[in-house]
């Protein structure tokens, strides 16, 4: 059994903790904007904030974290689904192998190319890799021949730098073929930590084997790859829990391999084809409740960069950006082929809350002055893992980022936008560049200049 996460010593930290005590939270709060991070103790006190002004004073502070280590960037990305087969009976997905209302495919080479091709053509740079966890004659060769075909497919604005993949636990073995594949980062999710809650919602398949998917990370890590990135379903038990749960797994992999994870997702519940549980969560997670985490998770990890996936409606989304959220989906869709066949979006494996297309999504970030960023220059320069880690601690990340992130958003400008997010664009360029040093500002220029001179992904 695995120890990495201890229930009585989180369950005992959370019983332990007075509620709302407005002069220890403001200590913590003021640690937190040193940058240092926060242990389960001043973690699981900010979770008992309630009143408006701590609420707001948690929400200005993890803004300013934000904002220190990553800037204004937002990173986009969209998921690619390639196949829904699967062999476990997980009660809240709609790929569960008992929903026989859905309709079992997994894509082709020719069509992993046809999706690839109009995820390029929208203008994505990045996507995240998933599937059901079972595979075509349960041939892990078909993951690895798929994300060969997604580097592989070129038109006339580019390809996709970076293919990160969201996939089932491997053997050592494996995970050395999958950083063989040059992937990016290596998603898993627990889904819950708390053991009981865990058995009751995985009720058949590889995957109701708790330590096995917990202890992933360690054989991902020692078989190379260094960039990971986990998260929790939120609503399935008790928020408050999950997140010192998944503070203690960050840690623990900070201990034994020198890097915690390069991202941390917070998706919450939602509804899915025939789930019950999908639709009325165990543990319903409110509005506020779901910023507070957001807030939270930034405090307690500053250095790691938090996923808000297209779950979540327009309006939720636009208010964690200013909460810690550094990175979001766009223009998502949860079926295989759903982008190139919109028929089949039906086969989801859950039903969004933000529908909206790339563009729409890029001008949305824009007019609220955020840069949207489409770079993938560090997993191809080698800033992962603890390289980007230490250039994060350092104050250094966000001098590279910045101009990476204007100049794939100028070049995004070029190829794929709309006339009304050019102007929208263009402006918020303008405005950012003022904002600049002397230095960093010249650098920038330089990009930007090579960009609009038609020479795609220029980076530092």
Known sequence: MS???????????????????????????????????????????????????????????????????????????????????????????????????????????????????????????????????????????????????????????????????????????????????????????QETYHRDTYRQVHISGKKADYDWRINAFDRALTAGIDDIGMGVLFGLHDWRFEILALLKHANYLQEHFGVGPHTISV???????????????????????????VAILRLAVPYTGIIMSTRETPQLRRKTFALGVSQISAGSCTSPGGYSDQNLTADSQFYPGDYRPLDEVVRDIAN??????????????GRTGEDFMCLAKHGKIKKICAPNAIATFAEYLNDYATEATKTTGNKLIAEELTRMEESERQRTEKLITRIQAGENDAFI
């Open 368 to 381: 609220l002055g955020y840069m949207p960023s489409f770079c993938t220059a560090c997993y191809r320069l």
């Open 3 to 189: 120890s990495i996460i201890h229930e009585n010593k989180i369950q005992e930290t959370l019983a332990g903790i007075q509620p709302e005590d407005t002069t220890k939270i403001r200590e913590i709060l003021a640690k937190a904007l040193e940058f240092r991070g926060l242990n389960l103790q001043e973690t699981a006190i900010l979770t008992t904030i309630q009143n408006p002004e701590l609420l707001a004073e948690l929400f200005v502070a993890a803004n300013k974290v934000k904002e220190e280590i990553y800037g204004r960037r937002i990173v986009l990305f969209a998921p690619l689904y390639i196949s829904n087969l699967c062999n476990n009976g997980c009660l809240y997905c709609a790929f569960r192998t008992a929903n026989k209302d859905l309709k079992r495919r997994s894509l082709g080479m020719s069509e992993i190319t046809k999706e690839t091709d109009t995820l390029i053509k929208q203008g994505h740079k990045r996507i995240v890799l998933l599937a059901g966890e079972a595979y075509p004659h349960n041939d892990f060769q078909y993951i690895l021949d798929a994300i060969r075909t997604i580097y592989e497919v070129k038109n006339e604005h580019g390809e996709i730098r970076r293919v990160n993949v969201n996939l089932a636990p491997l053997d050592a073995e494996d995970f050395k073929r999958l950083k063989d594949a040059e992937i990016g980062t290596y998603q898993l999710f």
């Open 267 to 293: 998706p919450r519940l939602e509804p899915a084809s025939g789930s019950e549980i999908a639709s009325t969560p165990p543990s319903l997670v409110s509005d506020m409740d779901f910023c507070k985490i």
